[in-house]
């Protein structure tokens, strides 16, 4: 029999409910997988007495056949959902040593479901970033480094900022993790590491108790070996909350059963603005395959445009950075987390804050705290929020002329460590074809489709209209089965 | 519009971070350099459109203005750097 740490959830699931092999057996194998990639720095807190504890209560369930949909699968967390007297830092020295009281609703979601966890994921700090070197906790190296021997000891991001998710999932030490996407924070990664990652529509899943980046941006999502997987975690981790305002209350549809059926006559849109300067050639065809699998499954492709796409980014780093400076005002070495003494309370909180956030983290509440400081206020933020509404009514035009939209998800592969980092812009410009999703709180999904000329996995995304992650996920099983993805990272458990 | 050293000072006070005097030139370059690179946003008429507030078409949910949660001291300053007879403890404030 395979390793019980190469099966997908989906496949893991049916074997469980076959008895072929017992939800400890399960868990055991991926705790020593936990132990032999430590290498990697993807957890920052690895707990499995709990998961064995709650391993057990998983097997009696199966015994007395009333499992729950996510019976005895262990997952990772990323380190940015509170989890109930388990520390909780975001990856920053101003929250080391927090240990909420409480849990997240999307992870008390899972639990609900008879999910157990493996430990908490690594990720840029406050998930600021898209390399996943701003963590306190260190950088995660990807289990990929590619096919060119020179580069065999170049160690390579794993994107982020929900690295540490991307590389446990995909070295086999988490059978599925959670990640959070404000920017791109799911899909990228995903795309750097062969993984699929799906950020569903704005409201689709609860915020509360997932430390706040950029609150009218950021959504909760699985990242997984395969859509299949996607679908069933979605279910779980999606639904109303009355503790999120923002979150929507519509039923979660069965998301598994949106994946049969074919794409005939769907309408894919292929935008022209996405095909941006300095792209690399490989990008490009890549994409063209990618569309051409679609139409070879009866889908047909019509061009669309957007074109605010430029502006994007930049309306981005007003928008997430103001609101980030608001929800961070928190960490005041107060009420929780890092203290540095002052003279008096005004130092106490300009010393705790200085040392306790990174530089990446200050860089953005500076940025932040200026657009929103009187006198500027109307000229970047407001200016910045309505370039941000032409942006999502871009997409509601387009979505008039087709029905899924297929773009690349990164413009390149995976990076080494230490690469864009001496300009800040530079590093932000990888996420300049999923932050537009954000902007207008659409679902997009990246799913892995092939590998660049440097034995690196390319992803592929899929947009679709608000609260249609049906399609986008049905369309995603088709690019996947044409696709045919198969590779492994060289490092994997 | 240039971020100069003392605008940098001004920022880090609003913000409430220390910020080095030696790092103050270095951070008005690069975040006059970032600003620069937004101010292309400027490029867009947006004469007629009003500012996006929200992605999610719905108006806010109300409910009933009762307390839903509460009475739990020991939880909420669980993880207070400083505590004292059920209280936050913080550097005496009015002289």
Redesign the interface.
């Known amino acids: 029999m395979a390793k019980l740490t190469d099966l997908s959830l989906g496949e893991a699931l049916d074997g469980l409910k076959a008895k072929k092999f017992s939800v400890t057996e399960l868990t055991k194998e991926y705790i020593a997988a936990q132990e032999k990639c430590r290498g990697l720095n993807a957890y920052t807190v690895e707990t499995p007495e709990l998961a064995l504890k709650a391993a057990k209560e998983s097997e009696t369930r199966y015994a007395n056949n009333n499992a729950r949909p996510l019976e005895g699968l262990p997952l990772g967390i990323k380190d940015l959902y509170c989890t109930k007297g388990v520390e909780t830092t975001a990856c920053s020295n101003i929250l080391k040593?927090?240990?909420p009281?409480?849990e997240s609703t999307v992870t008390q979601n899972l639990w609900n479901d008879g999910a157990l966890m493996l430990g908490k994921l690594n990720l840029d700090e406050f998930a600021m970033g898209s390399s996943n070197i701003t963590s306190a906790f260190g950088p995660v190296i990807s289990p990929w480094s590619g096919k060119d021997p020179a580069n065999a000891n170049r160690k390579l991001v794993p994107g982020g900022s929900s690295g540490g998710s991307a590389a446990a999932v995909s070295a086999r030490c988490a059978i599925a993790a959670t990640g959070t996407d404000t920017g791109g924070s799911i899909r990228q990664p995903a795309a750097f590491t062969g993984l699929v990652g799906i950020k569903p529509t704005?409201?689709r899943c609860s915020r509360w108790g997932i430390v706040a980046f950029a609150s009218?941006l950021d959504q909760a999502g699985p990242i997984t070996r395969n859509v299949k997987d996607a679908a069933i975690l979605l279910r779980s981790m999606a639904g109303h909350d009355?503790k999120d305002?923002?979150s929507?209350?519509r039923a979660v549809p069965d998301y598994v059963a949106a994946l049969q059926g074919g794409i005939g006559g769907l309408r894919v849109g292929i935008p022209k603005e996405y095909r941006v300067e300095g792209m690399p050639k490989e990008i490009e065809s890549f994409w063209e395959k990618g569309a051409k699998m679609l139409e070879e499954a009866g889908a047909e492709i019509v061009d669309i445009s957007l074109p605010?796409t430029?502006?994007a980014l930049?309306?981005y780093?007003?928008v997430a950075p103001a609101e980030a400076?608001s929800n961070l005002?928190r960490y005041?070495?107060?009420?929780?987390?890092?203290?540095v003494?002052?003279?008096?309370?005004?130092?106490?909180?300009?010393?705790t804050?200085?040392e306790g956030?990174g530089k990446e983290v200050?860089?953005r509440?500076?940025?932040g705290?200026?657009v929103l400081?009187a006198g500027y206020y109307d000229a970047?933020y407001?200016?910045?929020?309505?370039?941000?509404?032409?942006i999502?009514q871009d997409f509601s035009q387009a979505f008039k002329k087709c029905d899924v939209i297929l773009t690349p998800t990164a413009p390149s592969d995976a990076f080494a460590i230490g690469e864009k980092e001496d300009d800040?812009?530079k590093m932000w410009l990888n996420d300049i074809f999923t932050v537009p999703v954000n902007?207008?709180?659409l679902p997009g999904l990246s799913l892995p489709a092939g590998l660049s000329a440097g034995g690196l996995p390319l992803g592929l995304q899929l947009i679709g209209r608000?609260f249609d992650e049906e399609t986008v996920l049905r369309v995603g099983g088709v690019l996947e089965s044409a696709a045919g993805f198969k590779a492994l990272p060289p490092f994997h458990a | 519009m240039t971020?100069d050293k003392a605008?940098?000072s001004r920022?880090?006070?609003?913000?409430?971070?220390?910020?080095p005097e030696e790092e103050k030139e270095t951070?008005s370059k690069?975040?006059d350099?970032?600003?620069g690179?937004?101010s292309?946003?400027?490029?867009?008429d947006?004469s007629n459109?009003?500012?996006?507030?929200?992605?999610?078409e719905?108006a806010?949910?109300m409910?009933e203005d009762k307390v839903t949660d509460g009475n739990?001291a020991e939880?909420?300053l669980?993880?207070?750097?400083?505590e004292a007879a059920g209280f936050?403890v913080?550097?005496?404030?009015v002289e």
Not at chain 1, 332 to 339: E, I, K, T, Y
Not at chain 2, 40 to 44: A, I, K
């Open positions: 040593g927090f240990k009281t409480y704005y409201g009218s009355p305002s923002t929507v209350k605010h430029k502006y930049a309306v780093y007003i400076s005002a005041d070495g107060v009420r929780f987390g890092l203290r003494p002052g003279k008096g309370i005004q130092e106490l909180y300009e010393n804050r200085a956030f200050r860089r509440i500076l940025i705290t200026y400081s970047y407001i200016k910045a929020q309505k370039v941000r509404a032409c999502a800040p812009i902007l207008a709180g608000p | 971020i605008l940098v920022i880090a006070s609003l913000a409430r971070i220390r910020v951070l690069e975040l350099s970032i600003m690179w937004i292309q946003l400027n490029e867009v947006t459109v009003a500012p996006l507030t929200s992605v999610v719905t806010l949910p409910r739990n939880g909420v669980a993880n207070a750097p400083k936050f913080v550097p005496k404030v």
